[in-house]
């Protein structure tokens, strides 16, 4: 995708309109979630939620790189 951007998105430097930020960044967000979605298929409900929400449903103490109780 970054490679796209830079290579056959943007062939002359200009100033992007708010409309086109937005459908860029609409379709960075879509093809995130394709990729999500992508991840849930291939490794199960509990890999593609723990990818999306960015964190392990364990909720194990020596996975937690600090810990607030001692």
């Given amino acids: 995708m970054l490679a796209f951007d830079f290579f056959c998105h943007v062939r002359k430097a200009h100033i992007p ?3 086109e930020a937005a459908l860029w960044s609409g379709i960075h967000v879509r093809v995130a ?9 291939v490794g199960g409900a509990t890999m593609g939620t723990e990818y999306f929400a960015y964190r392990r449903l364990v909720d194990r103490p020596e996975a ?4 607030l109780v001692a």
């Fill in 33 to 41: 979630i394709v990729f999500v979605v992508g991840v849930w298929m």
């Fill in 17 to 19: 309109t708010l409309y």
């Fill in 64 to 67: 937690r790189p600090y810990s």
